[in-house]
């Protein structure tokens, strides 16, 4: 008989920001995240907005869409 073992990862820690800031404040996306985790951010609006910070802190000037892909390296 064979035997596996099989390890499970818990999905990384996301608590997204859906807030409205005015022209000129700052806000940070993300307030919870995995130590060690790997978070990609891009915006369709911005091409050149790319972060690998868990909790980026942006400043946009206009409405922005954010999107993040996390891996969770276990």
Same mark, same amino acid.
């Given at each position: 008989?064979?035997?596996?073992?099989?390890? @499970?990862? %818990?999905?990384?820690?996301?608590?997204?920001?859906?807030?409205? =800031?005015?022209?000129?404040?700052?806000?940070?996306?993300?307030?919870?995240?995995?130590?060690?985790?790997?978070?990609?951010? @891009?915006? %369709?609006?911005?091409?050149?907005?790319?972060?690998?910070?868990? =909790?980026?802190?942006?400043?946009?000037?206009?409405?922005?869409?954010?999107?993040?892909?996390?891996?969770?390296?276990?």
């Amino acid at each position: 008989s064979d035997t596996a073992i099989i390890r @499970t990862i %818990p999905l990384p820690a996301l608590a997204l920001r859906r807030d409205t =800031i005015c022209q000129g404040e700052t806000i940070e996306l993300n307030q919870e995240f995995t130590p060690g985790a790997i978070y990609n951010w @891009t915006s %369709p609006n911005d091409p050149n907005f790319r972060s690998n910070s868990p =909790i980026p802190v942006v400043s946009p000037t206009q409405t922005t869409t954010y999107r993040v892909s996390a891996t969770n390296r276990g």
